[in-house]
């Protein structure tokens, strides 16, 4: 919006401006400085500790950082692969179980009953169990179609694991709907299906993105614990090249290349948690 032709602002509105624009250059300067010297206190307490040669050498050599770069690189892909093919199959899953539980008609008992033991079961049971059981139970039954690959077994797993949390998510989202929204559908002559599929879902979906995207933050680094039943990812290749070399620098290329990628998502999670706070005036 563009000011009057001829207007000039008041001394006083361009007083506040200037401490307003001095009070932000103050308050970053205080923070940068702050920042530096913690980091610079944090690095010479480390580096002047009695065992820091035998941890640089150990954690931080540059020589086994290089050599096994690549091959945890080329793990690091098939971590990114199954977490794109996993995350899809996730929201399907978490949406499905979060509509199942909220049928609410007698005849769908049985299925909000299987939908509220999936959430029970699968929430409870710590992921990398899951991986194991489906990793190795699986293939075991001997079912004719049954998938062998292990990181496919390994995108089960995270599937009905993750799907459970997601599930209480979105059902937690649509909890939130108004029941005004509801009654304003129904008394349009929409049916329940209808209510849910073009009001109360696109609701709920805009609501829950933020803690969605915190639960993928999480999964991009659980995809590491498909490496328990063998698949070469990332984890993986650096258990392969330390136990090789007897030096843990391999993990530390590991580690690096999963903190370049969840920080950007985790920061976009703080944005539009902050845009959907703006938008409902908080």
């Known amino acids: 919006m563009t000011a009057p032709a001829g207007w000039v602002k008041s001394e006083q509105q361009a007083e506040r401006e200037r401490l307003r624009r001095n009070h932000s250059m103050r308050s970053s300067s205080v923070a940068t400085v702050s920042t530096i010297l913690v ?42 692969k199954i977490f794109l093919i996993a995350e899809p199959l996730i929201l399907i899953v978490g949406l499905l179980v979060a509509l199942a539980r909220n049928l609410k008609a007698p005849v769908f008992f049985p299925l909000r009953a299987l939908a509220v033991a999936y959430t029970d079961i699968f929430r409870g049971v710590p992921t990398i169990l899951v991986i ?32 459970a949390y997601v599930a209480e998510v979105f059902r937690s989202g649509i909890d939130s709907v108004h029941p005004s929204q509801w009654a304003a559908a129904r008394s349009l002559g929409l049916s329940h299906g209808r209510t849910m599929r073009h009001v ?43 136990a090789s070399t007897f030096n843990y620098t391999p993990y530390l290329a590991a580690a690096l290349l999963f903190i370049l990628l969840t920080i950007p998502m985790a920061r976009f999670t703080d944005y539009l948690a902050a845009r959907s706070q703006r938008r409902r005036g908080h």
């Open 39 to 80: 980091i610079v206190l944090l690095v010479w307490g480390f580096t002047n500790s009695p065992g820091w040669p035998r941890v640089q050498e150990t954690f931080f050599n540059s020589e086994q950082f290089v050599r096994a770069l690549p091959d945890v690189l080329s793990g690091f892909l098939l971590n990114i």
């Open 132 to 163: 194991y059981l489906v990793g190795f139970g699986l293939p075991a039954l001997g079912l004719q179609g049954m998938p062998t690959d292990l990181a496919t077994l390994g995108i089960i797993a995270l599937t009905l694991s993750y799907g």
């Open 200 to 242: 109360v879902v696109p609701q709920a979906v805009r609501r829950v993105v933020p803690p969605l995207l915190n639960d993928f933050v999480s999964l991009q680094k659980d995809t590491a614990l498909v490496a328990t039943i063998g698949p070469l990812e990332a984890l993986r290749q650096a258990q392969i090249h330390a």
